[in-house]
């Protein structure tokens, strides 16, 4: 971490007094437990009050859907100190290559990845997580609060496969970063997106939906789309929205679902959609009005009465990593906090009411899109003017 350390004080001495009130804490940096690239931070608060963080380390920067494998840190003094980084996931024995993947070049020959670790912490104290395998197949974990106790991963592919009617899917994905529990019924809900694979290197084309448990994690269900690229036919629910891809969840205070949505519309803002149950009927994907989007994942989370959302606040690139608050159920989002005004990417939040622990990508190695590190740090509802 020696590198990224020294990277910390160069953008705390560039940024001057706006840096952030508490610089923020590495976790997952380049070089760390040789994986050269850390990506897809994701953070959950269980009921004890433990954070877990998590991330998703690249062996090869160049080549990022090879070789990649799920990395979490677990603190129990809100952030002050974390455990060692230990490996959340391997691939399965029988894992085999997307092809997608592969013949587009976006992947190596011989090398599994192990994609887009989620999690929901629910108000017994466990910890449910989802991740992908080759962006192809769903794999379902149970564990304590501290991410410790791990039940066998099961599969739960033919969840997704529920979807196959109206989206004849190659290539899907879950989160990232967290999912919820309903709070009066219990049900856990992750977001996810399914695409068939036809544009880019298969990521895209897609539909985005949600997938849920009603018993604790032992069974899952799919959920309707809520919203799908044009060309996308065979859909008998959700909005059209060009291009949508990774959602963000939260229940706001009077428990209406909000899935904050990634879209590449010439709007240049972020799609909501909200429901009562977290699977079935969706509202119409609607464009946010102060939440732009920069082509980026967003993060969201609920902080007592306020629904707060973060995403990089730049239309160029991926930088001024900035929180924006809602008092009115995510309608509008007239306040912000600016978490980090240098290069910052992806990110994930929690909150325990007042205060919101927040993980994302800090730093550049090639680009704004190849983070240096990734890094936790909080901050509190009422610094958002």
Same mark, same amino acid.
């Given at each position: ?144 609060? #501290? %991410?410790?106790? $791990? ?6 592919? @033919? *969840? ?6 109206? /989206? =004849? ?97 010439? #709007? %240049?803002?972020? $799609? ?6 977290? @699977? *079935? ?6 464009? /946010? =009005? ?96």
């Amino acid at each position: 971490m020696k590198k990224f350390n020294a990277l910390l004080l160069t953008f705390a001495m560039a940024a001057g007094s706006a840096a952030t009130a508490q610089e923020p804490t590495p976790l997952f940096g380049a070089g760390d437990n040789d994986f050269e690239m850390y990506r897809f931070p994701g953070i959950v608060m269980t009921s004890t009050g433990n954070l877990i963080a998590f991330a998703e380390g690249r062996k090869d920067a160049a080549m990022r859907w090879s070789e990649t494998r799920p990395f979490i840190r677990v603190s129990s003094d809100k952030g002050a100190t974390w455990s060692e980084a230990k490996q959340f996931a391997d691939k399965p024995a029988d894992a085999a290559q997307n092809k997608i993947l592969l013949d587009s070049g976006a992947a190596e020959a011989g090398r599994i990845g192990v994609h887009n670790l989620t999690a929901i912490a629910d108000k017994d104290g466990a910890v449910h997580w989802v991740y992908a395998v080759e962006y192809n197949r769903i794999f379902y974990v149970k564990t304590d609060d #501290k %991410g410790e106790g $791990a039940s066998d991963p099961v599969e739960i592919t @033919a *969840t997704l496969d529920k979807f196959k009617e109206e /989206v =004849d899917w190659k290539l899907a994905g879950v989160g990232t970063g967290h999912g919820i529990q309903i709070k009066d019924s219990g049900r856990l809900v992750f977001t996810v997106w399914i695409s068939d694979g036809t544009q880019g290197i298969g990521l895209q084309n897609a539909a985005v939906a949600t997938i849920y448990s009603d018993d604790a994690g032992k069974t899952w269900n799919r959920g309707e789309i809520i919203a799908k690229q044009f060309g996308l036919e065979k859909t008998k629910t959700g909005t059209e929205l060009e291009m949508p891809g990774e959602t963000a969840i939260t229940q706001a205070a009077d428990g209406t679902v909000i899935v904050n949505i990634r879209n590449k519309a010439l #709007k %240049g803002q972020r $799609a909501q959609a909200t429901s009562k149950d977290g @699977a *079935t009927g969706w509202s119409e994907a609607a464009f /946010v =009005d102060g939440l732009m989007e920069p082509i980026c994942q967003g993060s969201i989370t609920t902080a007592g009465n306020a629904v707060v959302f973060a995403n990089p606040a730049n239309m160029i690139m991926r930088k001024s990593l900035t929180a924006f608050v809602s008092t009115d159920g995510g309608k509008k989002y007239p306040k912000k906090h600016v978490i980090d005004s240098g290069v910052s990417g992806y990110s994930d939040l929690a909150s325990d009411g007042t205060t919101v622990y927040a993980i994302y990508e800090k730093g550049a190695q090639s680009s704004a899109n190849d983070p240096e590190a990734v890094v936790f740090t909080k901050f509190a509802v009422g610094d958002a003017k």
